[in-house]
């Protein structure tokens, strides 16, 4: 990205002022960007842990999948999700707060004794894979600011701040040039001058 700029000494403050702001603003989102890396690891390792979860609860309802056959699925339904919002390094990420069930009344005395258990180990189920999915995509939410905060360290880093400071260098050394030609021409006149006074007298 070429930076523009105009050879005076307004675009040599306005150069100045943006690259002070620049480097102020660099170890703040180094420190954002790694406040999110290491948000998006642990994240990683609770997914692990969580997909583990899902699997283990998965293989006790399989474990009982003979007796499922008998079983009423509309006795048991997700009535309501509660969730909340929270701040991660500035990103706001969706929080399972949590799962409401409705589990409509079933005899107790005509049902068949494992159904209290099938409800809890459904609801277990349900709770875990609604767990998940909030995780993946509080995941892929961290990921993508992480991305992005990276992307803009490396903007500032590699870019942006040294082409501020070449741009500043070229400018202070175009002024310095003038500069000196403008002595250089003075001196020149006052020579001149002088031989001219010199030859008149």
């Not at 989102?29 to 998006?40: G, H």
């Not at 009344?105 to 409800?119: D, H, M, Q, V």
Request: proline share 3%; aromatic share 8%.
């Amino acid at each position: 990205m070429a930076i523009k700029f105009q050879y005076n000494k307004t675009s040599l403050q306005q150069l100045d002022k943006q690259l002070k702001m620049r480097v102020r603003t660099l170890p703040i989102i180094k420190n954002k960007e790694s406040a999110l890396r290491m948000e998006v690891k642990k994240c990683k390792t609770e997914a692990v842990a969580m997909e583990e979860k899902l699997e283990i609860q998965i293989q006790t309802y399989e474990a009982m999948f003979a007796l499922w056959n008998e079983f009423d699925p509309s006795l048991i339904s997700v009535k309501d999700v509660h969730l909340g919002i929270r701040k991660i390094a500035g990103v706001r990420v969706p929080m399972l707060d949590h799962v409401e069930f409705e589990v409509r009344p079933y005899s107790l005395f005509n049902a068949p004794k494992w159904y209290s258990e099938g409800i809890e180990l459904l609801q277990g189920l349900a709770q875990t894979a609604i767990e998940r999915e909030f995780l993946v995509a509080k995941l892929r939410l961290l990921e993508h600011a992480r991305r992005k905060t990276t992307q803009k360290v490396n903007l500032f880093e590699k870019v942006q701040i040294p082409g501020y400071k070449d741009a500043l260098r070229k400018i202070k050394r175009f002024m310095e040039d003038e500069e000196n030609l403008s002595k250089s021409s003075q001196k020149i006149l006052k020579s001149q001058q002088e031989k001219r006074k010199e030859a008149e007298e």
